[in-house]
Structures are given as C-alpha cells and as structure tokens.
C-alpha cells in the first residue's frame, strides 16, 4: 500500500473536495463567499494545529527552514487566498459540479505554465489531451448555458470566469507548493504553513478592507456555521493536507488527474441535493473532460 501513498492520497482529496465543494456551496449562498473563505481558513488552522500536536508533538513546525515558509507561503497566497476567492464565489453563482469542472483544467494550466517558463516540452499527444479536456468542458459550458434564461446568462458567464480563475490559482499553488516539500517536510507540517500564511493574509486584507465587523456578524447564523466547519474539516484540512501528500509522494501530474476526479462525483450530488437538471451531454463532457486531464500525464 505504501508504494502507491501518493496516489491513494490524491483519491482521497478527490473525495474531500467533493465533499467540501457541496458544504461550501451551501454555505457560501447563506452568508457570502467572502465569510465563507475567511472562516474556514481559521477553522483550518486550529483542526491542523490539533493534529500536528498528536502526530508530530507541538502545534507548529517549528524546524522549517526560511525557504520552505517562501515557497508555501506563496503557494497559500496564491492558492488559497486569490484562487479560492474565484472558486467560493463560482460556487454561488454556478453550483459545486460546473465550478469543480473548471478544476479539470488544473492539469492543463500546469502543463502549459511549465512549457512556457520551466521550458518543459509540449508533445503531440499532452496537446490533444488539452484539447480533448477543452472540448468536455465546452460541451458541459454550453449545455447548460442553453437551459437557462437570458437574464441570467451574464452571472452564469462571470461563474465560468471566476471558476477558470480558480484552476489558475490551484496550479500555481500547486506548483508552488511542490518547491517547499523539501528536506523531508512532512505533508501535515507543509499543510499547516501554507494555510495559515493564507490565514493570516486574508485576515490583514479583511482588516484593511473594513471587513471584519461584516465577516463576525454573518457567523450568528449557527446552520450556516456548522456548514462551514465541516466543510474546513474535509477541505482546508484533511483535503489539503491529503493533497501535499499526494504530490509529496507520486508525480505532480499523476496527482493532479487524480485530484481532478470531483466533477463526477459531484454528478449524483448535483442532481440529488441542488436539484440541477443533469443531461446526457453533461455527464459524456464530464467525462471527457476528466479523461483528458488524465491523459496529459499518462505520456
């Protein structure tokens, strides 16, 4: 089992992010977004604290070098902070399934970031997997875009956006993120720094912005509180912090197919708990989307 760690990791993000990406949903339409994303990240920190005391005997890595809090930290202010404010927000205006779909794309943008500044090469076939992903994605786009009323296509098209924002974000991070898991960091201690640095930023920012009465008052609705609280557990902390083990342990693109699982798990969930009409175009565009994701790292 051991010699697949990494993958079986991925999976298991996969699940959270499904998870989380329907109590986000649901939390986000109750109190906004933007409570939503400063709340779960302080949830976060202290659900990461408790378990980096029972497993690694203090609360904080305090042996981590100044390069791996540059490279994290950076990675939660990309990833969390600026990626996750577009992708909370695509929650709310196109629902868990559509925004998680956006996500597929991760791969895509890792592919392509690392051809154009690593100098990584580009073959043939990562080309038309990129493009077999892009089709998936359009199918699933415009199928549901038909099915809806002219006065809402402007917010469905601002979703699409805020979700395509929200991939970018994740593949930085991603990136990012792999440059700090040096020196036998372990995955619980490289999660518990970049969530907190992209604690600590959203909270200066929130601050700054005249936020922070607004953000403490929307916490009184006690449902919408509970939401987000298990939506931090599956998410923020044990989806993160299974996410830093995948890429740890197995190739980052091996990973980030993996991780991309979520738009079909979320089919059933979409149908069931939001009541969204799910076609046949939509699941075979999933599908293929997923497939082409996958297919950019099988070369």
């Known amino acids: 089992m051991t010699d697949y760690l990494g993958e079986i990791a991925a999976i298991i993000t996969a699940i959270c992010w499904s998870t989380t990406s329907t109590l986000f949903t649901i939390g986000g339409r109750k109190v906004g ?11 976060a920190v202290l659900f990461l604290m408790i378990a980096h005391f029972i497993i690694e005997g203090q609360i904080w890595p305090i042996h981590s070098s ?15 902070v600026m990626g996750d404010a577009c992708l909370f927000q695509s929650f709310v205006m196109i629902g868990p399934h559509l925004a998680m779909l956006m996500m597929s794309l991760v791969p895509v943008f890792s592919t392509l970031i690392a051809w154009v500044f690593l100098h990584e090469t580009l073959p043939i076939v990562k080309i038309i997997a990129i493009a077999v992903t892009i089709v998936g994605i359009v199918l699933v786009v415009l199928s549901k875009n038909n099915s809806r009323e002219a006065a809402a296509r402007r917010n469905y098209v601002l979703g699409i956006l805020l979700g395509l924002g929200g991939a970018m974000g994740q ?15 372990p995955g619980l201690s490289a999660t518990i720094l970049r969530v907190t640095v992209a604690a600590v930023l959203i909270w200066i920012i929130t601050l700054f912005t005249g ?18 609280l298990a939506g931090a557990f599956t998410g923020p902390f044990l989806g993160i912090w299974m996410s830093m083990i995948a890429i740890k342990y197995t190739f ?4 980030s197919t993996l991780m991309a699982l979520p738009p079909v798990f979320l089919i ?3 149908l069931w708990v939001f ?15 997923v497939a082409g994701a996958a297919m950019i790292f099988m070369t």
């Open 268 to 270: 059933p969930v979409s």
């Open 66 to 80: 100044p390069e791996q809090y540059l490279w994290l930290g950076l990675s939660g202010a990309v990833g969390l």
């Open 252 to 255: 980052i693109g091996v990973a």
């Open 211 to 228: 936020k922070a009465k607004y953000t403490v008052s929307r916490l009184k609705d006690g449902r919408a509180m509970l939401v987000i």
């Open 33 to 43: 977004s933007g409570v939503l994303n400063r709340t779960r990240l302080v949830a």
């Open 171 to 185: 593949a930085i991070g991603l990136i990012l993120a792999r440059k700090g898991l040096v020196d036998d960091l």
């Open 275 to 289: 009541r969204e009409k799910i076609t046949i175009i939509t699941v075979i565009g999933t599908l293929i989307a």
